[in-house]
């Protein structure tokens, strides 16, 4: 890979925010969009179908960004931060906001 | 993390198909397998070669042998034992029964689950299976391993490696790295309508590899993508247990809730009560389907709360006729009274259970299952011709910087594709050579095919320092050889030691055991011309100039 400019370290960072960091964002998205489907009435079973199923393609999504975002934070930040911070919140509406 | 957007895509495709690719090749061709997991059984289990039958009778034969499984499958338990918070007591309560079938299954599986107390997880059970031969009701011995449905479709999803099911997040995690290399394979080629009708065979090694890589991506990219996508959907349960984690409450707000309406109790009431009739509500469900207009066999049957007052009958239709799963017919276990019928499924489970409907298979149609199995093995071939990119790409380089990296990769690549295929060949050969009452043949079988699998990988690497000094490894040509003559073998077992010869089986019309005898004739032909050509390959010295852009 002749056009490889970057460190080991940068290339191993990308990659654990890739996998982890795109699961994080994940489960922070069906945490939720499943309590907030269901606090606004959607069937649990569709909130919960439906999150699960987009969740994989968000994963996707953050796993592909992860590699051609150009500053490294920031993929940290949205992915890690992000995730948790919607997990947060998803837990607080699951408990009746 | 590179100039652009192309090159990063180019890194994530190369190296995350070439580390996960390894895993992929093992999800799609035993997933291919798996295809026809119920007629590789019954070549594995001669005393099994009958027709396809029906649910039996419940009364008769069903509830005398669930009350034979008394205790949850050692390893069930040994997993069960590091969930709970207090050790788990020597007898277990038995709390679930249920028994499955399909169009294409002589023996039916049975199960019980065990109520798992102090567990970590809501609602925990830990489980013991038999399997029976439904026209009587014996129990099949349990060291006969069931060597499609026991062992390749498994394999496919979890590898075996059971720690802490440390192997289906390794498949998932693959999975996702199927996914991201479809869309970077696509981004980084673009002339994806040209690659559709691109196959230069005549031209040199490297080419032909990748136009074979894109063509074959290209041709079933509907396929790889959904078959990858769905195979994550089916486990989302446990790749995201999100509700069921921290949500509690919520969950247990919704169940109570659904209790309430369907009368069907989320717990067990505590206290004793009785069965009636099972056969009577199997027969009251048979003609409420005959009067919908799709009649049609049982084909998961559920009793919960076993033995309780408040014990329920669950009663679902096969999937013969349709590619999504059933919806259930609930009986009160007490008085045999429909308690409940499921509604049709809203929008979103229809589209889930579709998805995993379609991935699972249990509809009656041979076309569709065998462009399945086509597609499973278009997606190996497509990543194998992966590895053999990398490696014809970098061999040239790498042998002259004095690099053992292709060495490795060329190694891996052997073992993962001709070696996976010999490792199966040979189990299926054992198979018919180990005495039919060796103690703990299952296990024996097992052990063979890691064994032999294990060997490929060593004759791989010994094989592989041709390619230090760029040259092909003779461990292809030699593997595929090994396929033919293996393959072969295993045919010819087969007719001695179950004079189910393909004369017998082909005049009879009995297609689950003629089929793989046909199919390992043909895997053993293809082999035997492949393993011919390589060898002429790998006595030619070769010279390429890479003619090929630079980003792959």
């Known amino acids: ?97 | 993390m590179f100039a652009n957007f192309r090159l990063s895509f180019a890194w994530l495709h190369t190296w995350f198909g070439l580390v996960l690719g390894f895993v992929l090749m093992v999800a799609f061709f035993f997933g291919s397998l798996s295809v026809f997991d119920r007629e590789i059984d019954r070549w594995a289990l001669p005393q099994t070669r009958i027709e396809a039958q029906p649910m039996p009778s419940f009364d008769k034969i069903l509830a005398s042998r669930f009350t034979t499984i008394t205790e949850p499958d050692p390893e069930e338990r040994e997993a069960a034992s590091k969930r709970v918070t207090q050790p788990l007591p020597e007898e277990l309560t038995p709390a679930q029964w249920g028994a499955y079938t399909t169009h294409r299954d002589p023996v039916l599986g049975m199960y019980v689950g065990f109520a798992v107390p102090n567990s970590t997880l809501p609602d925990d059970y830990a489980y013991g299976e038999i399997t029976i031969d439904p026209r009587d009701g014996h129990v099949l011995p349990r060291d006969q391993l069931a060597l499609g449905s026991a062992f390749f479709y498994p394999m496919h999803f979890s590898l075996h490696i059971t720690w802490y099911d440390i192997g289906y997040w390794i498949v998932a995690l693959s999975a996702m790295a199927m996914l991201a290399a479809i869309g970077s394979g696509v981004v980084m080629h673009r002339k994806i309508f040209r690659e559709f009708f691109t196959f230069r065979p005549g031209k040199k090694l490297l080419r032909s590899t990748l136009d074979l890589h894109n063509l074959t991506g290209v041709v079933a990219l509907p396929f790889h993508f959904l078959w990858a996508l769905s195979g994550l959907i089916i486990f989302a349960g446990i790749y995201f247990p999100v509700l069921d984690r921290m949500m509690q409450p919520l969950v247990e707000a919704h169940e109570r809730e659904e209790a309430a309406h369907t009368g069907l109790d989320t717990h067990p009431s505590g206290k004793p009560g009785t069965l009636a009739s099972v056969d009577a509500m199997m027969t009251a469900a048979r003609e409420r389907w005959a009067s919908r207009g799709v009649p049609g066999e049982i084909g998961f049957l559920f009793v919960n709360h076993v033995g309780n007052s408040n014990t329920y009958v669950s009663i679902y239709r096969d999937s013969t006729d349709r590619v999504a799963t059933a919806e259930g017919l609930h009986f009160e276990g007490s008085t045999g009274r429909v308690l409940f019928e499921d509604p049709p499924a809203g929008p979103i489970e229809t589209v889930n259970a579709f998805l995993t409907g379609m991935h699972l298979q249990q509809f009656r149609h041979w076309t569709l299952r065998w462009l399945i199995f086509v597609g499973g093995i278009l997606s190996s071939i497509c990543i194998a011709t992966g590895f053999i990119f990398f490696v014809e790409k970098r061999k040239h380089a790498h042998a002259a910087e004095g690099f053992g990296g292709s060495r490795w990769v060329d190694a891996l690549a052997v073992t993962t594709v001709t070696g996976m295929v010999v490792a199966t060949c040979f189990v299926l050969v054992m198979n018919r050579v180990l005495p039919e009452d060796l103690a703990h043949r299952d296990t024996w079988e097992k052990s063979s095919f890691w064994l032999a699998w294990l060997a490929t990988l060593v004759h791989a690497t010994w094989r592989s320092t041709a390619v230090l000094q760029a040259r092909m490894s003779n461990a292809w040509a030699e593997q595929s050889w090994a396929i033919a003559l293996l393959g072969a073998l295993a045919v010819v077992l087969n007719a001695v030691t179950t004079g189910d010869h393909l004369g017998r089986t082909l005049a009879a019309g009995y297609w689950p055991v003629a089929g793989v005898d046909l199919m390992l004739l043909a895997a053993a032909c293809v082999a035997a011309i492949a393993a011919r050509k390589l060898q002429a390959r790998a006595a030619e010295v070769v010279s390429v100039s890479p003619e090929v852009p630079d980003y792959a």
């Open chain 1, 1 to 97: 890979m002749a056009t490889a400019t970057q460190s080991s370290w940068h290339v191993l960072s990308r990659v654990c925010a890739s996998i982890f960091g795109s699961y994080a964002f994940s489960w922070g998205f069906i945490a939720l969009g499943a309590s907030s489907l269901i606090g606004f009435g959607t069937e649990f079973h569709e909130a919960s179908s439906l999150t699960s199923m987009l969740g994989f393609l968000i994963y996707l999504a953050a796993f592909c960004w992860a590699f051609i975002a150009a500053s490294l934070a920031r993929v940290w930040v949205v992915l890690a931060g992000g995730g948790a911070l919607m997990t947060a919140v998803g837990w607080w509406v699951s408990r009746g906001g």
